[in-house]
Each structure stands twice: as structure tokens, then as C-alpha cells.
């Protein structure tokens, strides 16, 4: 089945430690985006790519860095310069077209202590 | 990206219609208004998108107005499994236009 797989579900880290969520989608689609949601809160953007080797800052994203390298990848890493990021993540892909929906991952809850 | 406004938490009875209305009073021309549910730990889940009058699929039914500056989905006889929260979207994104960023949200509850 098509779809976008992230893991891990939960990730736990010691403050001060980078960490790399990672994201796969067998979708072919162009576009990718990544999204963190706090707790009883909207989403909100942190990086979008619409082509390989090209992404582009969302609304919050210091402290956080992605690559694009391949079509179906699109990790996200939490750098120890994000002052808090305890939350959760989720990555979306889209055809990047003709306002094609998004389709989204089941998230991965990171905790930093 | 219009921005949208949307009731912060609505509750209905089992078998109730349910319609939340999404206000987007500076839509553009080419935008497009799109609905997503989520359930607690999951990402949001694609509903249902319209441009303009009334669009229905298996889940929804979306109206739109002749003026486009609000929008209503609609959900046939809800059942407990509908409890979510709903987002509204409004915006034209063809080859990333524009940053998509959801707002907070309608928190549906489900009252059996």
C-alpha cells in the first residue's frame, strides 16, 4: 500500500543531543513537508520541499535542519539549538499540483529531558 | 494563506448532523478550501475540498457560498468514531505558492 512512514513513534533524547526523525513516502510524490503540533495546538510548518535537492524555512524553523536527497526521503533533524523540542512531529507529502491534499504520516513524539 | 477562523470545540448527539462553519473573509480568486480530520496521536486525515457551491463524497458534504468567504462541512449522522478535530484550509498551493500552516482547529466531541 501507498502511504508515508515515519519512525520511530516515540524517540527520547537527552537535552543537548541532535536527533534525526526520519520519513519515507512511496507515494511518488513531489512535495514534502514537515510539521510540529504541541499539545491541544494547530500544526505548524517547519520545512517544505517541492523538488529534490531544494526545501524551503517554514513558519518555525530554527533549531531544525532537513534534507532532500531522494524523491521518497525527507528527514528532519531536532538540533540541539531548538530551545523546546518536545512535541510532536509529523510529515505530509503532496503532488505539489493542483492543490492536491496533503498525506500524512502517523507522527513521532520526541521527548528531550 | 486566507486566514480562517473556526469554532474552538463543538458537541452533538449520535445520529446528529453536524455542520462546523469556517470563516476565510480574504479568500483569493484561486484558492481553494480543503477540510482534515485528526484523531489524537495520528496525522490529519484529507475530508473533503471545494471550490465553489457544494461538493459531497462518501464521508462529507462541503457548502460554499456564492461569495466564498465561509464554508460548511457537513457530516450525516455522526457516530462516536467522528470525535476529532476538524481543520480548515483555505489556499492555493500549486508548486509551493504558499506555506500551508493549519490554524487550531474545531475539537468535535461525540456525545453517545
Known amino acids: 500500500d501507498g502511504g508515508i512512514t515515519q519512525s520511530p513513534k516515540y524517540l527520547f533524547r537527552k537535552e543537548g543531543q541532535n536527533v534525526t526523525l526520519s520519513c519515507e513516502q512511496n507515494l511518488n510524490h513531489d512535495a514534502m513537508y514537515w510539521y510540529r503540533q504541541d499539545p491541544g495546538q494547530g500544526l505548524r510548518l517547519i520545512y517544505y520541499?517541492?523538488?529534490?535537492?531544494?526545501?524551503q524555512k517554514g513558519d518555525i524553523a530554527e533549531g531544525y535542519s532537513v534534507s532532500r536527497e531522494k524523491k521518497e526521503s525527507f528527514p528532519l533533524t531536532v538540533t540541539s539549538a531548538q530551545k523546546n523540542p518536545t512535541a510532536f512531529y509529523l510529515c505530509?507529502?503532496?503532488?505539489?499540483?493542483?492543490?492536491?491534499?496533503?498525506?500524512f504520516g502517523n507522527g513521532t513524539r520526541l521527548t528531550v529531558t | 494563506l486566507a486566514k480562517t477562523t473556526q469554532p474552538i470545540s463543538m458537541d452533538s448527539y449520535e445520529g446528529q448532523e453536524v455542520n462546523i462553519t469556517c470563516s476565510h473573509n480574504?479568500?483569493?480568486?484561486?484558492?481553494?478550501i480543503t477540510w482534515y480530520q485528526q484523531f489524537p496521536s495520528q496525522g490529519p486525515r484529507f475530508i473533503i475540498q471545494g471550490y465553489k457551491t457544494k461538493v459531497t463524497n462518501e464521508v462529507a458534504s462541503l457548502f460554499i457560498p456564492a461569495d466564498r468567504k465561509s464554508s460548511t462541512l457537513s457530516l450525516p449522522r455522526v457516530s462516536l468514531s467522528d470525535t476529532a478535530v476538524y481543520y480548515c484550509l483555505v489556499g492555493d498551493w500549486n508548486f509551493g505558492n504558499e506555506k500551508l500552516t493549519f490554524g487550531t482547529g474545531t475539537r468535535l466531541t461525540i456525545i453517545p
Open positions: 520541499s517541492q523538488i529534490v535537492n531544494d526545501f
Open positions: 505530509a507529502s503532496s503532488r505539489g499540483q493542483d492543490n492536491s491534499p496533503l498525506h
Open positions: 480574504n479568500i483569493a480568486t484561486n484558492d481553494y
